[in-house]
Structures are given as structure tokens and as C-alpha cells.
């Protein structure tokens, strides 16, 4: 069982990082860091609302509409985007400097990290070493 409130994974080109806060059956959120030019593949959640927030750096939001009709949200820090369910999309990084971006998903993407954590590398971090502090007196 794997004690860490926090999973880690990346990408095997090592241009994204997921840190995953908490993931259940309701919800699941974390922070999702692009390296410059990378981009995640297009995708989807139909079983969930996808809210994104930028942290730092700038993100290039591809949402695809019908009949080719597709719109680019560039977001800064502190803008977001709200993403219905099943609506496809992909998150981009054409600048250069890193992005992070604080994500929530609102349903069931269970199936979703089981894939994610099959694909991926996990990153082991240091926090269990560093928990246990001596008291102080
Ligand atoms: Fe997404």
C-alpha cells in the first residue's frame, strides 16, 4: 500500500509530470507540470467535469468543436477553463517557460489513472524520509 498522500508520475519522453493530491470515484485533483513545447494528447473525460487553473507559466488550451470549429484558450496565471464532460481537448505548452496547471475533476476517472499509472513512470519522492522530526523539547 503506498503511504503517500501524493503519486507522482511522468511521461516516458519526460516532458509531463502528474502530481496526483487525491484520487477517488467523486473527485480527483493535483497539478499537472509541461515541460516547453510539450503537449498532452487529445482527450476526453465523459464521465467527468475537467477544471483547470494555471499556476505559473502560460498553457495553450485546444477545445475541439464540431465541424473543425476549434477554439484556443491561452491561460495566464489564475485563469481557468472549465471543461464539460466528454469534451475533447489537449493542453499545450508552445512557450518558453514551464507550465504548471492545478487541475479538479469532478466524477469518475478511476479507469482513467489506472491507465495513467500503466503508461507512466512513477516519481518516488523523498516526503516519507522527511517526516519524522525529532520533538522538540
Ligand atoms: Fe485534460
Redesign the pocket.
Known amino acids: 500500500m503506498d503511504k503517500s498522500p501524493f503519486e507522482i508520475y511522468e511521461t516516458p519522453d519526460g516532458s509531463a509530470r502528474f502530481y496526483f493530491s487525491h484520487s477517488d470515484e467523486k473527485f480527483t485533483t493535483g497539478i499537472l507540470v509541461l515541460q516547453p513545447g510539450a503537449a ?1 494528447p487529445k ?1 476526453n473525460r465523459p464521465h467527468a467535469i ?1 477544471n483547470d487553473v494555471q499556476i505559473g507559466g502560460k498553457c495553450l488550451m485546444t477545445i475541439f468543436g464540431e465541424n473543425e470549429n476549434n477554439q484556443e484558450v491561452e491561460l495566464s496565471a489564475a485563469e481557468g477553463v472549465g ?1 464539460p464532460k466528454g469534451q475533447w ?1 489537449i ?1 499545450g505548452n508552445p512557450y518558453n517557460e514551464v507550465s504548471v496547471t492545478l487541475f479538479k475533476l469532478e466524477g469518475d476517472i478511476l479507469e482513467v489513472m489506472r491507465i495513467l499509472r500503466e503508461m507512466n513512470k512513477k516519481v518516488e519522492s523523498n516526503l516519507e524520509k522527511n517526516t519524522h522530526f525529532p520533538t522538540t523539547p
Open positions: 498532452l482527450h475537467e471543461i481537448h493542453h
